[in-house]
C-alpha cells in the first residue's frame, strides 16, 4: 500500500520506525497518526533523535518487549535518561517456551508469534491496557528488530482497533523493506560480515495472515476479528477496549 511509507521516519539511529497512523478502518475512515510508533532497539539513538522523539513527536511512553538479558546487555536507552517513562513487558518465557498444540505443518513463525500471547498473555493485555489508559499519550513500541514481537503486538492492537484486515498485514510485512538495514548497523557495531542470506529473517505476509485467522476462529465473533475476542478473553475489560478504540479513530 503505496500510503504506507509515507509511515516511515528517517532517524539517525533508529531503524525500522514508523508511525501506524493512516490505515484504512473497516467502518471507514482511518487510524489516527501520533498515537503509536513502532520501532527497532533504541540501543542506537543519537541526541538528535531523542530530541526529535520528545519535542516533536511528544513521546510520553516507550514499551520496551526485549528480554531481560538484552535489556541488561545493553543498558537503559538514551531515551529513558531523557526522562520518557520506559516500561518492559518481555514477551519470551524465562525458562524456554512450550509452543501452543498447533499442526505438524504450521509455520515456525506462526508457532513463535502464537507463543507470544500464551506464555505471556499478561504482558500482552499490559501492553495494550497502556496504550487505552486515559491518560496515555503518544507511545513508542519496541524490541530488538521491531518486526516480530512488536509486529504481533501491533497487528494485534490494529486488529482490535477496527483496521483492515489486508492492511494489518501489509503494516507487518513492510519491516521487511529494513531488515537489511538493521544487519547493516548491527554488524557495522560488531565488526562481524554481514550474513549471505537474511532471506529467513523478513517478515512473510501469510505468517500474520495465520495467526489472525487463528484468532478469528477460537476468539472472533460476529466477525469483528480475533484481536479483541482474544485481549478480552485474557483480561482486559471492555471499557478499556472502547478506549483503545476511540484513541485510534476520533478524529
Same mark, same amino acid.
Given at each position: 500500500?503505496?500510503?504506507?511509507?509515507?509511515?516511515?521516519? #528517517?532517524?539517525?539511529?533508529?531503524?525500522? *520506525?514508523?508511525? $501506524?497512523?493512516?490505515?484504512? %478502518?473497516?467502518? !471507514? @475512515?482511518? /487510524?489516527? &497518526?501520533?498515537?503509536?510508533?513502532?520501532?527497532?532497539?533504541?540501543?542506537?539513538?543519537?541526541?538528535?533523535?531523542?530530541?526529535?522523539?520528545?519535542?516533536?513527536?511528544?513521546?510520553?511512553?516507550?514499551?520496551?518487549?526485549?528480554?531481560?538479558?538484552?535489556?541488561?546487555?545493553?543498558?537503559? #536507552?538514551?531515551?529513558?535518561?531523557?526522562? *520518557?517513562?520506559? $516500561?518492559?513487558?518481555?514477551? %519470551?518465557?524465562? !525458562? @524456554?517456551? /512450550?509452543? &501452543?498444540?498447533?499442526?505438524?505443518?504450521?509455520?515456525?513463525?506462526?508457532?513463535?508469534?502464537?507463543?507470544?500471547?500464551?506464555?505471556?498473555?499478561?504482558?500482552?493485555?499490559?501492553?495494550?491496557?497502556?496504550?487505552?489508559?486515559?491518560?496515555?499519550?503518544?507511545?513508542?513500541?519496541?524490541?530488538?528488530?521491531?518486526?516480530?514481537?512488536?509486529?504481533?503486538? $501491533?497487528?494485534?492492537?490494529?486488529?482490535?482497533? !477496527?483496521?483492515?484486515?489486508?492492511?494489518?498485514?501489509?503494516?507487518?510485512?513492510?519491516?521487511?523493506?529494513?531488515?537489511?538495514?538493521?544487519?547493516?548497523?548491527?554488524?557495522?557495531?560488531?565488526?562481524?560480515?554481514?550474513?549471505?542470506?537474511?532471506?529467513?529473517?523478513?517478515?512473510?505476509?501469510?505468517?500474520?495472515?495465520?495467526?489472525?485467522?487463528?484468532?478469528?476462529?477460537?476468539?472472533?465473533?460476529?466477525?469483528?476479528?480475533?484481536?479483541? !475476542?482474544?485481549?478480552?478473553?485474557?483480561?482486559?475489560?471492555?471499557?478499556?477496549?472502547?478506549?483503545?478504540?476511540?484513541?485510534?479513530?476520533?478524529?
Amino acid at each position: 500500500m503505496s500510503a504506507s511509507v509515507e509511515r516511515w521516519l #528517517t532517524l539517525e539511529g533508529l531503524d525500522n *520506525v514508523r508511525d $501506524v497512523g493512516g490505515l484504512p %478502518l473497516r467502518s !471507514g @475512515g482511518s /487510524t489516527r &497518526p501520533g498515537i503509536l510508533l513502532r520501532s527497532a532497539s533504541l540501543h542506537y539513538c543519537t541526541p538528535a533523535d531523542v530530541d526529535h522523539l520528545i519535542d516533536v513527536i511528544g513521546l510520553k511512553l516507550v514499551l520496551d518487549l526485549r528480554t531481560p538479558r538484552e535489556i541488561d546487555r545493553d543498558g537503559p #536507552t538514551a531515551v529513558a535518561r531523557a526522562g *520518557v517513562e520506559t $516500561v518492559a513487558l518481555d514477551f %519470551l518465557p524465562d !525458562g @524456554g517456551r /512450550t509452543l &501452543p498444540e498447533t499442526d505438524d505443518d504450521t509455520d515456525p513463525m506462526v508457532r513463535n508469534y502464537l507463543g507470544y500471547l500464551s506464555d505471556r498473555g499478561e504482558n500482552v493485555v499490559a501492553a495494550v491496557r497502556l496504550l487505552a489508559a486515559p491518560d496515555a499519550g503518544p507511545t513508542l513500541v519496541h524490541c530488538a528488530a521491531g518486526k516480530d514481537r512488536t509486529g504481533t503486538l $501491533v497487528a494485534l492492537v490494529l486488529d482490535a482497533v !477496527g483496521v483492515e484486515r489486508d492492511a494489518v498485514v501489509a503494516d507487518y510485512a513492510l519491516s521487511a523493506e529494513q531488515v537489511e538495514a538493521l544487519f547493516r548497523r548491527w554488524t557495522t557495531a560488531s565488526g562481524e560480515p554481514m550474513p549471505d542470506d537474511i532471506s529467513r529473517h523478513l517478515p512473510r505476509a501469510e505468517v500474520m495472515t495465520t495467526v489472525l485467522d487463528h484468532l478469528d476462529a477460537e476468539f472472533g465473533e460476529n466477525g469483528a476479528g480475533g484481536a479483541a !475476542g482474544w485481549l478480552l478473553a485474557n483480561g482486559l475489560d471492555e471499557e478499556s477496549l472502547a478506549r483503545l478504540r476511540a484513541r485510534f479513530t476520533a478524529e
